[in-house]
C-alpha cells in the first residue's frame, strides 16, 4: 500500500557545525536531509497531505511536515509488520522518540530530527506556543494507533467516530498548537473535519483492505509466505443493520448482499460532519453561536478563556489557521467521487481536480 523512501547505502551524517543543545546536536544539514525525506515521504504516500502543506503558513510548515509523516509511519505499521511482537515494539520505538525528542534528546531518526528543530523554533520565535499540548496530541495518536494495530473491525459508528477523532482530529490539533491557535471554535471545526476525515479514509481502505495480498515470493520466484489476511473495518452495527456478512465481500466484492447500502450510511457520517463544520463556519463568521456546544470541552488540552469565543479574536485565528480546516476538502472530494459510483469504493477514481479544489476552498477561505 505504502512505499517507503530509504536513504542510500553507505551515507552518513555530517560533522555537526551548527545548532548546539545541551544533551543533543543537530546540524542544518541534519535538519536538510530530515525535511527532505519527510516531504518526499507524503509525495509518496500521502499526497493530499502534500498538497495541503503548501497552504500552511511557512514558519510551521515543518511541523505539519513532521506530524503527517509520523502519523504515515504509524499507519504503515500494519501492513508491513506481520508479527504484533515487533508492531508492539516499533509503536514503543515511537513513543520514546516522541518523549526524547521533547526531552532534548532527538533520535537520529529523520521525522524526530525535523520534529526538535520545530520545537526549537517554537521555543525562540512562540513562546506562547504549547509544547507540552503537542506533545499530548501526538502520543494520543500514537496510543489509539496502537489499540488498532490489528485492524479489528469497530463495534459501532460511534466507536469508529471516536477512532477518528483521536487520530485525525488530533493531528489538526497538533497543527493548530503550533500555529498557537488556542480556540474554542477552531477546535470544534477541526473536531468535526477529522472525524469527517477518519470515516472517509476507512471507507476509502476498503478497495485495499478487503482484497487479499498478493504472496510473498522468494528470489526463485516460488512462494516463500501467505499475503496479508483481508480485513474489512465497516462497523459492525452498521453491517448487522444492513445484512452484510464480512466473508461474502472477501468472496463477492462489491456485489456482496448489503454492501453498498453499509458504505452508504458509513459515508452519509462523515458526509454530515462536514455539513455541519460549512454551517458552523458561517455561523461563527457572522458573530452568531456555532450552532450546538463543543462536546469535548473541558477535557484535557480542551480549556479555554472565555475571550476565545469573542469575534475580535476568533478572526485572525481562522486566518492564520484556516490551511489546517482545509483537510477536509480532500474527504469531500473523495465523499463526492464515492457517490458518484454508487458508493462502491472499489470502482472510485483519483481526482485531478483536487489541487484546484484546495487552491479554490483556500482562496475563498470556504469549505
Known amino acids: 500500500?505504502?512505499?517507503?523512501?530509504?536513504?542510500?547505502?553507505?551515507?552518513?551524517?555530517?560533522?555537526?557545525?551548527?545548532?548546539?543543545?545541551?544533551?543533543?546536536?543537530?546540524?542544518?544539514?541534519?535538519?536538510?536531509?530530515?525535511?527532505?525525506?519527510?516531504?518526499?515521504?507524503?509525495?509518496?504516500?500521502?499526497?493530499?497531505?502534500?498538497?495541503?502543506?503548501?497552504?500552511?503558513?511557512?514558519?510551521?510548515?515543518?511541523?505539519?511536515?513532521?506530524?503527517?509523516?509520523?502519523?504515515?509511519?504509524?499507519?504503515?505499521?500494519?501492513?508491513?509488520?506481520?508479527?504484533?511482537?515487533?508492531?508492539?515494539?516499533?509503536?514503543?520505538?515511537w513513543r520514546?522518540?516522541?518523549?526524547?525528542?521533547?526531552?532534548?534528546?532527538?533520535?537520529?531518526?529523520p521525522i524526530m530530527i525535523l520534529l526538535?528543530?520545530?520545537?526549537?523554533?517554537?521555543?525562540?520565535?512562540?513562546?506562547?506556543?504549547?509544547?507540552?499540548?503537542?506533545?499530548?496530541?501526538?502520543?494520543?495518536?500514537?496510543?489509539?494507533?496502537?489499540?488498532?494495530?490489528?485492524?479489528?473491525?469497530?463495534?459501532?459508528?460511534?466507536?469508529?467516530?471516536?477512532?477518528?477523532?483521536?487520530?485525525?482530529?488530533?493531528?489538526m490539533y497538533s497543527t493548530l498548537a503550533a500555529l498557537s491557535v488556542q480556540s474554542m471554535h477552531m477546535d470544534h471545526l477541526a473536531s468535526h473535519i477529522g472525524k469527517a476525515c477518519g470515516i472517509a479514509a476507512v471507507c476509502r481502505g476498503i478497495s485495499i483492505l478487503a482484497s487479499p495480498s498478493p504472496?510473498?515470493?522468494?528470489?526463485?520466484?516460488?512462494?516463500?509466505?501467505?499475503?496479508?489476511?483481508?480485513?474489512?473495518?465497516?462497523?459492525?452495527?452498521?453491517?448487522?443493520?444492513t445484512g452484510l456478512r464480512e466473508e461474502d465481500v472477501y468472496?463477492?466484492?462489491?456485489?456482496?448482499?448489503?454492501?453498498?447500502?453499509?458504505?452508504?450510511?458509513?459515508?452519509?457520517?462523515?458526509?454530515?460532519?462536514?455539513i455541519t463544520a460549512r454551517e458552523m463556519l458561517k455561523n461563527i463568521r457572522a458573530g452568531e453561536h456555532p450552532g450546538h456546544e463543543y462536546e469535548h470541552q473541558g477535557e484535557e488540552q480542551h480549556e479555554y478563556l472565555d475571550s476565545d469565543s469573542s469575534q475580535e479574536s476568533i478572526d485572525p485565528l481562522l486566518r492564520r489557521g484556516f490551511g489546517v480546516l482545509l483537510e477536509g476538502i480532500p474527504a469531500n472530494d473523495y465523499l463526492s467521487r464515492l457517490e458518484a459510483e454508487n458508493f462502491n469504493p472499489f470502482t472510485v477514481k483519483s481526482s485531478w481536480k483536487l489541487p484546484w479544489r484546495l487552491w479554490r476552498a483556500h482562496k475563498t477561505q470556504q469549505i
Not at 117 to 141: C, G, Q
Not at 216 to 227: E, F, I, L, Q, Y
Not at 251 to 274: M, Y
Open 1 to 93: 500500500m505504502y512505499r517507503a523512501i530509504r536513504a542510500h547505502r553507505g551515507a552518513q551524517w555530517p560533522k555537526p557545525t551548527l545548532q548546539l543543545s545541551r544533551r543533543t546536536l543537530v546540524t542544518d544539514v541534519d535538519v536538510d536531509k530530515a525535511r527532505q525525506y519527510c516531504v518526499a515521504q507524503l509525495r509518496q504516500s500521502d499526497y493530499d497531505s502534500f498538497l495541503i502543506r503548501n497552504f500552511i503558513p511557512g514558519s510551521r510548515r515543518d511541523a505539519y511536515d513532521a506530524f503527517r509523516a509520523l502519523n504515515l509511519e504509524l499507519v504503515r505499521l500494519p501492513e508491513l509488520v506481520s508479527n504484533p511482537t515487533i508492531g508492539q515494539l516499533r509503536i514503543e520505538f
Open 96 to 109: 520514546d522518540a516522541v518523549n526524547k525528542t521533547f526531552a532534548g534528546r532527538p533520535p537520529k531518526e
Open 116 to 171: 526538535h528543530r520545530v520545537l526549537s523554533r517554537l521555543a525562540e520565535t512562540s513562546p506562547e506556543s504549547n509544547r507540552s499540548s503537542i506533545r499530548f496530541w501526538l502520543l494520543r495518536m500514537i496510543n489509539t494507533r496502537e489499540k488498532h494495530m490489528d485492524n479489528r473491525p469497530f463495534p459501532s459508528l460511534s466507536t469508529l467516530e471516536d477512532y477518528a477523532e483521536n487520530t485525525y482530529s488530533t493531528l
Open 215 to 241: 504472496p510473498v515470493k522468494s528470489p526463485d520466484g516460488t512462494s516463500a509466505a501467505a499475503g496479508r489476511n483481508p480485513v474489512l473495518l465497516l462497523p459492525l452495527d452498521v453491517m448487522a443493520e
Open 251 to 274: 468472496r463477492h466484492g462489491p456485489e456482496a448482499e448489503g454492501f453498498q447500502d453499509a458504505v452508504f450510511k458509513v459515508a452519509t457520517r462523515a458526509n454530515d460532519h462536514l
